[in-house]
């Protein structure tokens, strides 16, 4: 059922405090939670609810503040809703009237929303973070012409994939699925799989590579025979444990110059990325194309890209996003060495590559300002929760690379409104 749209009823305890009274209107958090257009919401997003049936659903104005806050802080669900509980201004922000003292919801209410919106409604709150950039005036649509476009990886929750942590953690997903399914095993090697990890770590931290490889043998033994085990004892599986099954002997099996290969047995759609970086050759997750404003660095356009393509490819889709979070299509694009091939640039736009020649002298200090687009990467990843994402599949890594864009230019914003408050007359 659709969330409540009436008002939020006054208290019967006479003693709650309106948050009006507790709030400074100077605040960023209040004058931010005045400027954007929260019934944009109720009307996008009304539609993914059932009219009549089910249980009302969270007010949305409530969750989407909660997303707002928790990737303008980089907070995570559970901390997110605690730390609403104490602030005044988180409260104000999600539009409560009255000082709460309870959680707002249960921290898993946060991922089936995500869930239900998908990557395509989250895509609506980037597009609010703009619109009220530009009623506010901080964003113009004559800036949003020329963009500059760069990708990063946006690393997944997973540790580092060797192939004697696959092997342990492969055999002790299975053991935990048979168990579940009540299937008596015939060995499950818990005590002698941790056994064999750590001495294999321990001999590769010694570069004793002799005796490392052959504790990696015999944790990769163990796994084969725990499937073999349930091969035999269930010949027709379950679903899940089917899914979990090809997936133990796709790492069984894989070799090292195999590709695709997997990198992790409950995140498979994990990819290695080499980025050509000097302290960190490999990281493990997805490429990322973003899009910022030459001026000012806006994020315009921010989405996850999957099997790892070359990055010239991913150039007509991030346009195509920007045409659809702001409703104006960019001119001029400004881009690294790697989007190189002019098969790749999408027709009516001019895209300038580093190190090109024989330019104006406007054109050379935008190309120079390319690079500017570096540190917007840096603070979604430090600040905004692109470092480490958490959110399940690749639709998961779509919904995280929006909402850290969300945050980010929501972080602009609310410089611009504590700066604007600086510059008034005492």
Not at 373 to 401: F, T
Request: contains cysteine.
């Amino acid at each position: 059922m659709r969330p409540p749209t009436t008002p939020e009823q006054a208290p019967a305890d006479p003693s709650r405090v309106r948050l009006a009274l507790l709030v400074s209107h100077e605040h960023p958090l209040y004058q931010l939670a005045e400027a954007i257009d929260w019934s944009r919401f109720e009307a996008d997003l009304g539609a993914l609810y059932a009219e009549d049936t089910g249980r009302p659903g969270l007010p949305t104005r409530l969750m989407v503040g909660l997303h707002y806050l928790k990737y303008l802080f980089d907070e995570s669900d559970e901390s997110v809703v605690e730390k609403y509980v104490e602030n005044p201004y988180w409260q104000f922000f999600c539009g409560r009237t009255y000082f709460e003292h309870e959680l707002p919801c249960h921290p898993t209410s946060l991922v089936r929303w995500r869930r239900r919106l998908g990557a395509a409604g989250v895509e609506k709150l980037l597009t609010e973070t703009l619109s009220t950039a530009k009623r506010e005036q901080a964003l113009r649509d004559s800036e949003i012409k020329r963009v500059n476009v760069d990708t990063t990886v946006q690393e997944k929750a997973v540790a580092f994939p060797t192939d004697a942590r696959l092997y342990h953690k492969a055999r002790r997903a299975l053991v935990r699925a048979a168990r579940a399914a009540g299937l008596d095993l015939r060995q499950t090697y818990v005590r002698l799989g941790k056994q064999a990890l750590a001495r294999q770590g321990r001999y590769a931290h010694a570069r004793q590579m002799k005796r490392a490889r052959r504790e990696t043998k015999r944790l990769r033994q163990y796994l084969g025979r725990v499937i073999r085990d349930i091969r035999r004892k269930c010949p027709k599986p379950a679903p899940a444990l089917k899914s979990l099954l090809e997936r133990s002997e796709r790492i069984l099996h894989q070799q090292r110059y195999d590709s695709p290969k997997l990198y992790s047995v409950h995140a498979p759609e994990v990819e290695c990325i080499a980025k050509g970086k000097a302290h960190r050759p490999y990281e493990f997750g997805c490429k990322v194309a973003v899009v910022t404003t030459s001026k000012s660095s806006w994020v315009v356009g921010i989405s996850a890209v999957h099997e790892n393509p070359y990055d010239g490819a991913t150039l007509a889709p991030a346009l195509k996003q920007v045409e659809r979070t702001t409703e104006v299509r960019p001119e001029e694009v400004f881009v690294d060495r790697g989007f190189k091939g002019a098969a790749h640039h999408p027709a009516g736009v001019a895209v300038y590559v580093s190190g090109r020649k024989r330019l104006t002298r406007t054109l050379k200090a935008l190309l120079r300002r390319r690079s500017a687009i570096e540190p917007v990467i840096g603070h979604l990843k430090g600040e905004h929760g692109m470092q480490r994402n958490h959110l399940l599949g690749q639709e998961g890594d779509r919904i995280n690379a929006l909402l850290t864009g969300c945050g980010f230019n929501l972080r602009k914003l609310w410089w611009f409104f504590k700066t604007a408050a600086s510059l008034q007359p005492a």
